[in-house]
């Protein structure tokens, strides 16, 4: 089969999503499901979908128009503030964005009228991960502009944390995030349907004992696809951190020491004894690079040790493991290893999905059904 490639299981991602779906539901919480990791790929939206998300958030528009075109029809939310240049197809293929300017918002009713429709309108607060975000002391009056603004309405507030701050949010952030949902609706009169606490970092949080208070959404990316906690890495418990696989070749497989002798002092040292032949140690070339993936964010098998990676080759030591040319590994992948395999257009993605499965009783590898996406 062709490498390097990307084997994705739909059905644990499908469990996944279900298994969070049904634990933050108990606490009044619905799940967003976050899709840029997987640039928009539209069977693992579908299997979001499958598994009880209310909508599919995603940050480029590329991967919504990706997603548009092959049927998804979901609400979908634009969560990055959308650039002014691209209001007009935000409008068209998005049911709601997130925003913090105002002049956007402006250019994103004007768009909305144009068409006869209303666009809805998420306010970001700043809460300490200092990316993007409206100061709180200013969320007040600039709710009541946008509630005020033909073509938009405002629909509620939502927060971020530890995109860029690596700071996790805790009971104290959500209260406050609560208290300012219930201060816009005071003073300037619509009902927040959406307050949106946070992504995987949140869960923690969210699945703790304390009360939700207001907060009634999470976008979910990263713990859903890998069944991880972003900030520690851990497994979270009942969930697949198997859904992804990134399979790469072996195109080298030779001794070498560790380092080169130099030319001149090479034999000389080699006949002093001071190189040893038992210095050497099996080193094996992967035809995956920095260009395909973060090399950094990949774990090996057992007994296979990185060494380092450029852009198109990935070295490792396999002395205490049988690789040899030819063969295939197979790698996992961290979030920022995933985004890039799956961006990579030379790593072909490999949907695999349990429906291929009905019938064939006692088989356990489900075949795969597309090849290149
Ligand atoms: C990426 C992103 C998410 C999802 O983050 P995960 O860690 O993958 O759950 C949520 N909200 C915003 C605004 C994002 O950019």
Redesign the pocket.
Known sequence: MTAPRIEIDLSKIRQNTRCLVGHLGSRGITVTG?T??VCGNPDIAQAMLEGGVIGIAD?RLRNVVRMRKAGIGCPITM??TPMQSEVGQIIQCCEAS?NTQMETITELAAAARRRGAVHNVVLVVEMGDMRDGLMPEDLEAFASQVAKLPGVALKGIAA?FA?LGGIAPGAEAMGMLSRMASEVEGSCGPFLELVSGG???NLPWALSAGTPGRINNL?????ILLGVE?LSGKPIEGLHTDAFALVAEVVETKPKPGSMPSSTFGSALKASGLVQDDDRRIRSILAIGQQDTDAGGLRFPSGVDFLGATSDHTVVDTTNSSFTVGNEMKLRMNYSALMRAMSAPDVAKIIFSEETLKGDVGIRLPRPRAALV
């Open positions: 976050v840029k990791a940050a969560i990055r997130y971020n995109c992504s995987s970092v976008r979910l990316g990263e713990a972003p």
